[in-house]
Every structure is written in structure tokens, then in C-alpha cells.
């Protein structure tokens, strides 16, 4: 079955640093979406990307937020300066079509910022 | 806004027991409704989708309701194992999927 790839699956990263967190969505897929999840709490929206652009964003999704498609098949989080509470598992998603087709979300990647 | 809430939002059940995970919306106006498997720090695993055409959907020992116009869908798991035990989430979809608070279930032997 198609899977969603993140990597990597762990990331430690001080604080003030830059992050890039990649995504492989399933090849047929045209909706691509990050989300997060604060240990303990629910999973959050961040953004929704298609057609090469953001389709939305949430509040949390700040100017230090970027995502990107650079190649046709991965699909990049960047966060710029990171800060404490950024730790979280992060979460690729991706789904074929607008409404008859559910999220395949991916493994996540748990990010840590000391 | 759509708001999504689950209850309980614990159950600790001994195996073999039938199990009702309850899931409730605060804007009917849904494409779907999905239910998801997290185990302890991993991913998000889909059990069972809905459309918003649909009254239920089944897999396994797992049936799936859902009632559009009163909010509502229920996750029925059918002689529940130890292997069951993960935290269940309900997520619906109206221009993007909104999660519910989860449900953490425990079957112990």
C-alpha cells in the first residue's frame, strides 16, 4: 500500500537554529498538509499546499513557517529560527482528492529544540 | 468553528469486551469523517473513512456510524484484545481535517 515518508524520524536541534523536515507524499496525491502534535495534546493544522502554492494557513503557521515542493515529489517544512516551543511530532499528510478520498498521514517527525 | 470532542477520553477494559467510542462535531457542514489509531509516539494510522453520504462503514471487528445532522459518530470495536489498546482519534473534513481530542484506550488480558 502507498505510504507517506518522512525523515528523519528524530531531529534535536538547539534553539535559534534552522529546520527542514521532508516529506515524500504518495505519487497520485494532489493535496499535501502539515500538522503538529504538542506531546499530550491534540494534533494541530499548520498548512495546506496545492497546485504549488499554500491553499491555507493556521495562526500558529508564522513568518519563521515555510513549505515547499522543490523537485515534484518532496514536500519540505522549514522552520527558520527554531524556539522551545516548537517541540513537537510533526506530521506530513496527503490525500488524492478535494472530498471523496481520506488523509494518509505519514510516521512524523519528532522534533526536539534544547 | 468546528469543534471536534471525543468521550471518553479514557477506558481501561478487560479483552473481549464491546467497546463505543464517542465522537461529536460542532458544524454539520462535513465531506467526511475519518477515524484514526495512534500508538504510543507514532504515527496516525486511518481505520475507517465516511463519506458524509454514508451512515456507516465497517472493517474487521470495527464499525464506524455517523449521524451528519446530529454531530455525531460513533467508533463500535467488536470483542476488543490487548492489542487494541492506542489512542483513537475522530477527525473531520470540511476544508481541512480537524481532529478530535483522542479517546486512550486500555485492554488488558
Known amino acids: 500500500e502507498p505510504e507517506v515518508t518522512q525523515t528523519p524520524s528524530h531531529q534535536v536541534t538547539q534553539m535559534g537554529q534552522e529546520v527542514i523536515l521532508r516529506c515524500v507524499p504518495i505519487?497520485?496525491?494532489?493535496?499535501f498538509y502539515w500538522y503538529r502534535q504538542i506531546l499530550g495534546q491534540k494534533v494541530e493544522f499548520l498548512v495546506s499546499?496545492?497546485?504549488?502554492?499554500?491553499?491555507?494557513k493556521s495562526e500558529i503557521f508564522d513568518d519563521q513557517f515555510s513549505v515547499e515542493r522543490p523537485d515534484g515529489s518532496n514536500f519540505t517544512l522549514k522552520i527558520r529560527s527554531t524556539k522551545l516551543e516548537d517541540s513537537a511530532m510533526y506530521f506530513c499528510?496527503?490525500?488524492?482528492?478535494?472530498?471523496?478520498?481520506?488523509?494518509?498521514f505519514g510516521s512524523g517527525t519528532r522534533l526536539t529544540v534544547v | 468553528k468546528q469543534e471536534v470532542t471525543q468521550i471518553p477520553a479514557a477506558l481501561s477494559v478487560p479483552e473481549g469486551e464491546n467497546l463505543v467510542l464517542n465522537c461529536s462535531f460542532t458544524?454539520?457542514?462535513?465531506?467526511?469523517l475519518q477515524w484514526f489509531r495512534q500508538d504510543p509516539g507514532k504515527g496516525l494510522t486511518s481505520l475507517l473513512l465516511?463519506?458524509?453520504?454514508?451512515r456507516e462503514q465497517t472493517s474487521g471487528r470495527l464499525n464506524a456510524s455517523l449521524d451528519k445532522s446530529s454531530g455525531r459518530s460513533t467508533l463500535y470495536i467488536a470483542a476488543s484484545q490487548p492489542g487494541d489498546s492506542a489512542t483513537y482519534l475522530c477527525?473531520?473534513?470540511?476544508?481541512?481535517?480537524?481532529f478530535g481530542t483522542g479517546t486512550r484506550l486500555q485492554v488488558f488480558p
Open positions: 499528510a496527503s490525500r488524492r482528492d478535494r472530498s471523496n478520498y481520506g488523509y494518509t
Open positions: 505519487s497520485n496525491h494532489l493535496y
Open positions: 499546499f496545492y497546485n504549488n502554492e499554500i491553499s491555507e
Open positions: 458544524d454539520s457542514a462535513i465531506y467526511n
Open positions: 465516511i463519506q458524509s453520504s454514508q
Open positions: 477527525a473531520v473534513f470540511t476544508d481541512k481535517l480537524i
